[in-house]
């Protein structure tokens, strides 16, 4: 069996970001999404995609070589950013979908 803590460092906080997600979506009542509307779920899928990609290119960079090199350093930081940068897109999802309701009077 394959210990993914191990593996993916930062699945501990992507799994609590997940369940925050999951308890965010029981409060508002989400059930079904609406017609037009991004999904929380696969913003949350495409976030774990990222960071799986991510851990994926850094062993295969430090397989290929462990001293320090600046394109390897370089291809790294860029993978880094896809992380952050589908992170961002889905507190902006999040946005959209659940601010509506933590607002809707009555």
Not at 20 to 30: F, N
Not at 77 to 85: E, H, K, N, S, T
């Amino acid at each position: 069996m394959v210990n993914i803590w191990a593996i993916f460092p930062r699945s501990p906080s992507l799994g609590f970001e997940t369940i925050i997600d999951l308890l965010c979506r029981t409060a508002a009542r989400r059930v079904h999404q609406q017609l037009g509307q991004p999904s929380p779920v696969f913003a949350i899928a495409f976030v774990w995609l990222s960071e799986a990609m991510n851990t994926a290119l850094e062993f295969l960079a430090d397989e290929v070589s462990e001293e320090k090199r600046e394109r390897i350093g370089k291809s790294k930081d860029i993978a880094a950013f896809g992380v952050l940068a589908s992170a961002a897109a889905a507190i902006v999802i999040g946005g959209i979908v659940f601010l509506p309701h933590l607002f809707k009077a009555g």
